[in-house]
Each structure stands twice: as C-alpha cells, then as structure tokens.
Nanobody
C-alpha cells in the first residue's frame, strides 16, 4: 500500500508562485509514474504534470513554461513549482502514483486547494 501526503495549500495572487510537495510512503516499485492532477469546480480532473521513474517529464499545454515537476529520490517526494499563476490555475491539486511492476496500481492523495485570486 502506498500513502500520499500533499503539502503546499495556499492563496496566491495572479502572477505569484507556489510550491506543492507530495511525499510517498510505502513500497513503490519501478516502473512508476508520479504526478499532479487538478480539478476545478465544475470541471473534470486533468493531468497537470508527471514524472516517470526514468525521470522523463510530461506537462499539460496550459502549464508548460510555468510549472516544473521534480523529485527528491532520497525522500520519495515530488514537487511542483508553479510560477506566474493565473486565476484558471485555481483548483484542488491531487498527487498520484501509478505502478506497473505487479499489475496496474493507482494511488491518490487527498488533494490540496490552490486558489489564485487578487
């Protein structure tokens, strides 16, 4: 079982920055993909960014050039550095881990609210 704990909830003004972190506990077997999804009110959950166990990264077009995903290998933690935030980035952000070593396993954090508003 994998447990995910997100941190970094906040209210930030447009143009500001915020860093989200997600620490994973439990056994995570390669190959895996860790990432962030978000869900705005009235909208479907969407992928924001993810990072593969090979360190390949992937970003939604709407955040390219503004968000950066990274990982701390020693702490099984991923970070999402968000810059130049816009009102449309307001959403609940969820950490996710997908494992494929012993069949597909999909784990989710509880979510953390990011509000971009003046």
């Amino acid at each position: 079982q994998v447990h995910l704990v997100e941190s970094g909830v906040g209210l930030v003004q447009p143009g500001g920055s915020l860093r989200l972190s997600c620490e994973a506990s439990g056994r995570i077997l390669s190959p895996w993909i860790m990432g962030w999804y978000r869900q705005a009110p009235g909208k479907q959950r969407e992928l924001v960014a993810n990072i593969h166990s090979s360190d390949t990264t992937n970003y939604a077009d709407s955040v390219k050039g503004r968000f950066t995903i990274s990982r701390d290998k020693a702490k099984s933690t991923i970070h999402l550095e968000m810059n130049n935030l816009k009102a449309e980035d307001t959403a609940v952000y969820y950490c996710n881990v997908k494992q494929f070593a012993t069949g597909f396993m999909d784990y989710w954090g509880k979510g953390t609210l990011v509000t971009v508003s003046s």
